[in-house]
């Protein structure tokens, strides 16, 4: 299965401000996923990032908001925007190799805390 | 739309003891089942998954899970609890297209006491 990198792993954050959190897949993948874990909770499902084209938004999800760059089959980042406290959250960036049955590798995760 | 529910968001059991975490769909058809455990402040790591093999499946640490259709079920289970299986877990599905996302339960914490 592949693994991901993911940085940075936490990060204390300003309102107002923007963080870029980075994803690097070990090998090629179609097509990588962000998800939003918020305290206490599940996962939900931001966007899907396809290489050569624009993201795809969940609903409640937008694109000024969360800004996701794929420039490559083995990269992607995510941008949270004008942040508040309540995007203090874990984000996770999520991939899997062509087939879904293969199972879905996530990196390690982005503890944001806004204050 | 896919959904996952997963009964009880907390289960506790006494180390040595059976561990049941469980999980339903709702799908017409059967999609991809995981299970995934994620420790404190760690990301989502794989336990199992179903795809469409053997209905029970084994997985790692051993933890196995069986895909019932007629019950729309894909429960964990562990015959023995460990401490460190302390960790929330997620149930999740996948549809049968490639490149569909993950569709995630709520989680389930589960606590080992000594």
């Known amino acids: 299965s592949a693994v991901i990198s993911q940085k940075p792993s936490r990060d204390i954050c300003q309102r107002g401000t923007s963080l870029t959190i980075q994803c690097q897949v070990d090998?090629?993948?179609?097509?990588m996923f962000w998800y939003r874990q918020q305290p206490g909770q599940s996962l939900t499902l931001i966007a899907t990032a396809n290489q050569g084209s624009e993201a795809t938004y969940e609903s409640g999800f937008v694109i000024d908001k969360f800004p996701i760059s794929r420039p490559n089959l083995t990269f992607s980042t995510l941008t949270v925007s004008n942040m508040s406290p309540e995007d203090s959250s874990i984000y996770l960036c999520s991939a899997h190799l062509d087939r879904p049955q293969y199972g879905y590798t996530f990196g390690s995760g982005t503890r944001l805390t806004v204050v | 739309a896919q959904s996952v529910t997963q009964l009880g968001s907390h289960v506790s059991v006494s180390e040595g003891a059976l561990v049941l975490l469980r999980c339903n769909y709702s799908?017409?058809?059967?999609?991809?089942l995981f299970w995934y455990v994620q420790y404190p402040n760690q990301g989502l790591q794989l336990l199992l998954k179903y795809t469409s093999a053997a209905t029970l499946v084994k997985g790692i640490n051993g933890f196995e899970a069986e895909f019932k259709k007629s019950e729309t079920s894909f429960h964990l289970t562990k015959p023995s609890a460990h401490m460190s299986d302390a960790a929330e877990y997620f149930c999740a599905v996948s549809e049968r297209n490639a490149g569909n996302m993950l569709t995630f339960g709520g989680g389930t914490r589960l606590m080992v006491k000594p």
């Open positions: 090998s090629q993948v179609t097509m």
């Open positions: 799908s017409s058809v059967p999609p991809y």
